[in-house]
């Protein structure tokens, strides 16, 4: 099942029925602070209200959704027989991740969500009383580390844009955390920035020394075959809606949201095909393809007289799981 990257009708629906009686330009003041205050590395805290935590959804939802759902479509085509049953979200904000999951994933019955900031929990609450699914879901308030101490162990472990919020050692005492609550699956979403791909890499390097295996996005469980400046992302694009535009003070109908992630399993994958790693350059001469393969860094050239190869090459995009 492929899930689309925008946000789902009833989600829309509820973020729309809070948009009554909200001043547009408060709330794009109001993102754009939260917004400086996370690239100056600051983190949830600068959302203190419900003014705050609706501004920072209308803002940020639908990227982040957009991201999630690309990481959990890549997850869901290297293991097509994956069908959990139990969901822990870690830092779950407004409930995005767990909104993706559970499109993704029909056969989740039990959701339990994460986080610190009350404003943000307050707001998830709201946003799922109208959907039948997520209606009982358990949403716990607390510092992340202590609280999973005592959560119960969930088939799928998610974290979606987190532990850049944490310093080294926060990072990996939460990484071994999450790992241990793991009963199948942990995903990990992260900026697609060098920093954000270092914070993933860090973390696979980690959780694979520690028993786990990668289902995505990369072919292998050895080193990562990229040299800075280089780095591992990808991209997804969506479409922005009339009140996403005037929060994010944007012009264009798209926003183009680049991520870093990991999904890491408890048993080996034996699906192995390549990743491609950036936008497949095709001319009439050949298709070049930036891979990684179980043998490393490949740039593939697909060959026009190869006519059959070239036309499944010419399909290829960039985050693509592919037979070389």
Same mark, same amino acid.
């Given at each position: 099942?492929?899930?689309?990257? +925008?946000?789902?009708?009833?989600?829309?629906?509820?973020?729309?029925?809070?948009?009554?009686?909200?001043?547009?330009?408060?709330?794009?003041?109001?993102?754009?602070?939260?917004?400086?205050?996370?690239?100056?590395?600051?983190?949830?805290?600068?959302?203190?209200?419900?003014? +705050?935590?609706?501004?920072?959804?209308?803002?940020?939802?639908?990227?982040?959704?957009?991201?999630?759902?690309?990481?959990?479509?890549?997850?869901?085509?290297?293991?097509?027989?994956?069908?959990?049953?139990?969901? /822990?979200? =870690?830092?779950?904000? !407004?409930?995005?991740?767990?909104?993706?999951?559970?499109?993704?994933? !029909?056969?989740?019955?039990?959701?339990?969500?994460?986080?610190?900031?009350?404003? /943000?929990?307050?707001?998830?609450?709201?946003?799922?009383?109208?959907?039948?699914?997520?209606?009982?879901?358990?949403?716990?308030?607390?510092?992340?580390?202590?609280?999973?101490?005592?959560? *119960?162990?969930?088939?799928?472990?998610?974290?979606?844009?987190?532990?850049?919020?944490? %310093? *080294?050692?926060?990072?990996?005492?939460?990484?071994?955390?999450?790992?241990?609550?793991? @009963? +199948?699956?942990?995903?990990? =979403?992260?900026?697609?920035?060098?920093?954000?791909?270092?914070?993933?890499?860090?973390?696979?390097?980690?959780?694979?020394?520690?028993?786990?295996? =990668?289902?995505? !996005?990369?072919?292998?469980?050895?080193?990562? !075959?990229?040299?800075?400046?280089?780095?591992?992302?990808?991209?997804? @694009?969506?479409?922005?809606?009339?009140?996403?535009?005037?929060?994010?003070?944007?012009?264009?109908?798209?926003? +183009?949201?680049?991520?870093?992630?990991?999904?890491?399993? @408890?048993?080996?994958?034996?699906?192995?095909?390549?990743?491609? /790693?950036?936008?497949?350059?095709?001319?009439?001469?050949?298709?070049?393809?930036? /891979?990684?393969?179980?043998?490393?860094?490949?740039?593939?050239? =697909?060959?026009? @007289?190869?006519?059959? %190869?070239?036309?499944?090459?010419?399909?290829?995009?960039?985050?693509?799981?592919?037979?070389?």
């Amino acid at each position: 099942m492929i899930v689309s990257p +925008d946000l789902p009708a009833e989600l829309k629906a509820a973020l729309e029925a809070r948009l009554h009686g909200l001043s547009r330009n408060d709330a794009a003041g109001r993102a754009a602070t939260i917004s400086q205050t996370y690239r100056g590395g600051g983190n949830s805290v600068a959302i203190k209200s419900e003014a +705050d935590a609706l501004a920072y959804a209308l803002a940020r939802m639908p990227a982040t959704y957009a991201a999630v759902t690309a990481s959990l479509n890549a997850l869901g085509e290297i293991r097509p027989d994956f069908a959990p049953l139990s969901l /822990l979200d =870690v830092g779950a904000g !407004p409930g995005t991740a767990t909104w993706a999951a559970t499109e993704a994933w !029909p056969s989740l019955k039990r959701f339990a969500l994460l986080d610190a900031n009350s404003a /943000l929990r307050e707001l998830a609450l709201d946003l799922c009383r109208g959907s039948t699914r997520l209606r009982g879901m358990a949403y716990q308030r607390g510092e992340a580390r202590a609280v999973l101490a005592n959560a *119960d162990p969930a088939d799928l472990v998610m974290a979606s844009y987190v532990i850049d919020e944490m %310093d *080294d050692a926060e990072r990996r005492t939460l990484a071994e955390l999450m790992w241990a609550k793991t @009963r +199948d699956t942990l995903l990990v =979403v992260e900026p697609g920035t060098p920093a954000g791909h270092a914070r993933i890499i860090a973390l696979r390097a980690q959780l694979i020394a520690s028993g786990a295996h =990668v289902a995505a !996005p990369c072919p292998h469980d050895g080193q990562c !075959p990229l040299q800075a400046p280089d780095w591992c992302h990808f991209t997804q @694009r969506l479409q922005r809606s009339q009140a996403h535009k005037q929060i994010k003070g944007a012009e264009l109908p798209f926003e +183009d949201e680049k991520f870093s992630y990991v999904a890491l399993t @408890r048993t080996p994958v034996t699906s192995r095909l390549a990743r491609v /790693l950036a936008q497949p350059v095709v001319s009439k001469i050949e298709v070049t393809a930036k /891979l990684c393969t179980n043998d490393g860094l490949e740039i593939a050239r =697909v060959a026009r @007289r190869a006519k059959a %190869d070239y036309a499944r090459a010419r399909r290829w995009r960039w985050g693509d799981s592919v037979m070389k």
